[in-house]
């Protein structure tokens, strides 16, 4: 099955004629790593689905430090939310860091996916509900527990993701630089 209607599946049930409906108004690319897919201050038109490789949101700060929201591997959807909704500038860039396939699906082929496949607007309801639960967990990990235990934590959630992420983007995801990253490893090793 394909990859991104096995994603929908776990939530709504398609018959064939509208899985081909949905493959219609779909958009499938491949990608290098380091293209950029949005630059921050740009209007998000697209949410990304992988297919296969990874890809990253995150923001640059006034110190051109950047902070790392969220990555997205195989079976994952990722996006710049706020600009995708509201059709206003972003703040967030899309990077592919592996090479990557990836579903595209424009807010127009969206919103008419929702008229025509109404079961659909529950599927994207249900994604946005369970990142948001994610979001906030994150944000409470990050006012509450140590660079350590953030790491172990990330560790033990996605260990196949840890094995594939060059360390400075695992340093940023989270919230600390690359130094720091490596001391503290080092340190873990020693345990």
């Known amino acids: ?3 991104i209607l096995e994603n929908i599946a776990k939530y709504v049930t398609l018959t064939p004629e509208e899985q081909e409906l949905f493959l219609s108004k779909i958009e499938i690319r491949k990608y290098k790593s380091k293209t ?13 689905f992988v297919n296969s490789g990874i890809l990253r949101s995150f923001s640059i700060n006034d110190n051109i ?7 997205a591997c195989e079976g994952w959807w990722i996006g710049d939310m706020y600009s995708y909704i509201a059709q206003k500038p972003g703040n967030l860039f899309i990077e592919v860091i592996e090479d990557a396939e990836v579903v595209l699906i424009s807010k127009e082929k969206q919103n008419q996916l929702y008229l025509e ?5 529950r599927f994207f ?7 948001l ?3 906030q967990e994150r944000l409470l990990d990050n006012l509450s527990l140590t660079a350590e235990e953030r790491f172990e934590k990330l560790c033990k959630k996605y260990p196949s993701l840890i094995q594939r992420l060059p ?13 720091f990253f490596s001391k503290m490893k080092a340190r873990l090793l020693k345990k």
Do not use: C, D, W
């Open 1 to 3: 099955m394909i990859p």
């Open 36 to 48: 950029v897919l949005l630059h921050a201050g740009e209007i998000a038109t697209y949410t990304y």
């Open 65 to 71: 430090m950047e902070h790392i929201l969220h990555f």
């Open 117 to 121: 496949i109404p079961k659909l607007e």
């Open 125 to 131: 309801r249900i994604l946005s509900e369970n990142s």
């Open 133 to 135: 639960v994610a979001h």
């Open 167 to 179: 360390q400075k983007h695992i340093a940023s995801y989270i919230g600390i630089t690359p130094e």
